[in-house]
T-cell receptor
Framework: SAVISQKPSRDICQRGTSLTIQCQVD?????MFWYRQQPGQSLTLIAT?????????ESGFVIDKFPISRPNLTFSTLTVSNMSPEDSSIYLC?????????FGPGTRLLVL | GENVEQHPSTLSVQEGDSAVIKCTYS??????FPWYKQELGKGPQLIID?????GEKKDQRIAVTLNKTAKHFSLHITETQPEDSAVYFC?????????FGTGTSLTVIP
């Protein structure tokens, strides 16, 4: 398995601002993923972030809104840009190891 | 892509009873099926998984069964305890992508 940490764990932000979420893994991993989990809902994949290539975004998510960096094999960031209350959600970092995925603790974002 | 359905959405059981959560998937090429437990305020944690070449797997009080022909898999928790209360997600892996069920909120009543 992997130990995954995220910063911040939670935040309250004003609309129109941006927030960058950091994800750190205790081992080198090729595949990292960013998910959104809206209250009481399942997990929705935002993008796949593989080191050395551009992030691949799922339908409904665009780079201008959710820019991602993946500078090395243990770290990634997701920025939520120009936030609105609809962006209030839990953002989860995940890594692929072997066959499975492991998740970080999540960042709980509230946009006012 | 893959479509995963999960039932029930909520489940309440008395402590000591068993709980069963069922999932179906649509693409027979899916070959790996993990289950995650998400406690309040935490990220999903892998609790058990099963590969498509296996019919059943057990780990203490938790078991998972897979019926490839019917394309469904189930999570069984026996002798439930209050600390089993959480939201459980099933998932199916197709290629490199995971497709998640909609979650089951399990409440174990002491």
């Amino acid at each position: 398995s992997a130990v995954i940490s995220q910063k911040p764990s939670r935040d309250i932000c004003q609309r129109g601002t941006s927030l960058t979420i950091q994800c750190q893994v205790d081992s080198q991993v090729t595949m990292m993923f960013w998910y959104r989990q809206q209250p009481g809902q399942s997990l929705t994949l935002i993008a796949t972030a593989n080191q050395g290539s551009e992030a691949t975004y799922e339908s409904g998510f665009v780079i201008d809104k959710f820019p991602i960096s993946r500078p090395n094999l243990t770290f990634s960031t997701l920025t939520v840009s120009n936030m609105s209350p609809e962006d209030s959600s839990i953002y989860l970092c995940s890594v692929g190891l072997g066959e499975t995925q492991y998740f970080g603790p999540g960042t709980r974002l509230l946009v006012l | 892509g893959e479509n995963v359905e999960q039932h029930p959405s909520t489940l309440s059981v008395q402590e000591g009873d068993s709980a069963v959560i069922k999932c179906t998937y649509s693409d027979s090429a899916s070959n790996y099926f993990p289950w995650y437990k998400q406690e309040l305020g935490k990220g999903p944690q892998l609790i058990i998984d099963i590969r498509s070449n296996v019919g059943e797997k057990k780990d203490q009080r938790i078991a998972v069964t897979l019926n490839k022909t019917a394309k469904h898999f189930s999570l069984h928790i026996t002798e439930t305890q209050p600390e089993d209360s959480a939201v459980y997600f099933c998932a199916a892996k197709l290629g490199n992508q995971f497709y998640f069920g909609t979650g089951t909120s399990l409440t174990v009543i002491p």
